[in-house]
C-alpha cells in the first residue's frame, strides 16, 4: 500500500505560480513511478508529468513543458510540482499518483497508476 497525500492548491492569479506538494508513504520503492494529473470540470484525467521515487529523468506532457517542473525529495519523502505562469486552463483538482513499475513503462496514462491521493484544487483567475 501506498499512501499520497496533496497540499499547495489554491486560488492565484494568470501569470502567477503555485508549487504543490504530495506527501508519499508505506511501501515505495525507488523504481516506483510518481505522477502528477489534473482533472478540469467536464474533462479526462491528464498526466502532466512523471518522476520516479529514487529520483533521475523526469517526463513531461507538451501542455506543461517548460512551465511546471516536477522534483523529488527522497529525504523527506516528497515529490513536488512547481507550477509557473499559470493560465485560466490550468484550473483544475490536481492528483499524484504511484505506479509500481519505471516511469519509462507507465507515461502519463492514468490506468497505470494505483495509488491516488485525495487532489487538491487550483483556480487560475483571469
Known amino acids: 500500500q501506498v499512501q499520497l497525500v496533496e497540499s499547495g492548491g489554491g486560488s492565484v492569479q494568470a501569470g502567477g505560480s503555485l508549487r504543490l506538494s504530495c506527501a508519499v508513504s508505506g511501501y515505495t520503492s525507488s523504481r516506483n513511478c510518481v505522477g502528477w494529473f489534473r482533472q478540469a470540470p467536464g474533462k479526462e484525467r491528464e498526466g502532466l508529468a512523471t518522476?520516479?521515487?529514487?529520483?533521475?529523468?523526469?517526463y513531461y506532457a507538451d501542455s506543461v513543458k517548460g512551465r511546471f517542473t516536477i522534483s523529488q525529495d527522497n529525504a523527506e519523502n516528497q515529490v513536488y510540482l512547481q507550477m509557473n505562469t499559470l493560465m485560466p486552463e490550468d484550473t483544475a483538482i490536481y492528483y499524484c499518483a504511484s505506479a509500481p513499475r519505471l516511469c519509462l513503462r507507465v507515461g502519463l496514462r492514468p490506468s497505470e497508476y494505483n495509488f491516488w491521493g485525495q487532489g487538491t484544487q487550483v483556480t487560475v483567475s483571469s
Open positions: 518522476i520516479a521515487s529514487g529520483g533521475g529523468r523526469a
